[in-house]
C-alpha cells in the first residue's frame, strides 16, 4: 500500500487526473488534491453487487441504451462558480439522453443517479461533503446505503437546486423520482433477497 500511495502525485490539475490512467488506484481530485480511496469492506461489496444488479436490470428494461456504472470510473463535476472536481461513486446511473456527455474513462457533468455505500469511514464524508457537491453539481438524486447501521437515506434535487430527504429509514417502499416506475422495499437491502424474488415482486416474472 506504500509503495502505491508513493506513487500517486499529490497535486493534479483537472485535465492531468482525468488523462492519467492508473487502474489499480482508486481516487478522487477535491480542490486540485488527489484522494486516495481505501479498499472497501465486504458489505460494501455486497450491498454495491446487488443494487448494481437491480439497478442494470430495470434500466436495461425499461431505459434500453442507458448504462449503470460502478468504480473505476469518474465523474467530473462543475460547480456554480466554475470549479470543478472529480468524483469515483459507487453506482451511477446515466440515461439515454445523457449518452453524449459519456467520455471513455469519466462522465463529463452530472450523472442521473448518484448511490454511495456508506461505511464507518465514510459517514461524515458521504452526508457531508459529497452531499453539497452532488447537490451543487446538478446530481438529481443522491441515495446514501449504510448497510452497518442498516440506514438508508434518499435525497432528491429541487427545482431551486437543493436536496431534500425524501425518504429516511431501515424499512418501507422508497420511489425513484429520476427511475420512474423504480421502487424497492428499503430493507432488501439489508436481506439481499434472490434477484429473482425481486423481480417476481415487481411482476417481472
Known amino acids: 500500500m506504500a509503495t502505491r500511495t508513493q506513487s500517486v502525485p499529490a497535486e493534479m490539475s483537472v485535465e492531468e487526473f482525468l488523462n492519467w490512467e492508473q487502474e489499480d488506484v482508486h481516487a478522487e481530485l477535491v480542490d486540485n488534491k488527489v484522494r486516495v480511496k481505501a479498499p472497501v469492506s465486504r458489505e460494501h ?3 454495491s453487487g446487488f443494487l448494481l444488479a437491480l439497478i442494470g436490470l430495470w434500466v ?4 434500453p ?3 449503470v456504472y460502478h468504480p473505476p470510473f469518474a465523474v467530473k463535476l462543475t460547480m456554480p462558480d466554475g470549479e470543478q472536481e472529480v468524483r469515483e461513486p459507487d453506482l451511477i446511473v446515466i440515461l439515454p439522453e445523457h449518452l453524449d456527455r459519456l467520455q471513455r474513462t469519466y462522465f463529463d457533468g452530472a450523472p442521473d443517479l448518484v448511490v454511495e455505500i456508506v461505511s464507518k469511514e465514510s459517514r461524515s464524508l458521504d452526508r457531508g461533503e459529497k452531499f453539497y457537491a452532488y447537490e451543487a453539481g446538478g446530481v438529481p438524486e443522491y441515495w446514501m446505503i449504510d448497510p452497518e ?3 438508508a437515506e434518499f435525497a432528491q434535487r429541487g427545482e431551486d437546486g437543493a436536496y431534500r430527504i425524501v425518504f429516511s429509514g431501515s424499512a418501507g417502499v422508497y420511489s425513484s423520482r429520476v427511475l420512474e416506475g423504480f421502487w424497492l422495499k428499503v430493507e432488501w437491502l439489508w436481506s439481499q433477497p434472490p434477484v429473482w424474488d425481486v423481480l417476481k415482486e415487481w411482476g417481472w416474472v
Request: overall charge positive; glycine content about 16%.
Open 45 to 47: 461489496q455486497e450491498s
Open 60 to 63: 436495461e428494461r425499461h431505459k
Open 65 to 67: 441504451g442507458g448504462v
Open 149 to 151: 447501521r442498516k440506514q
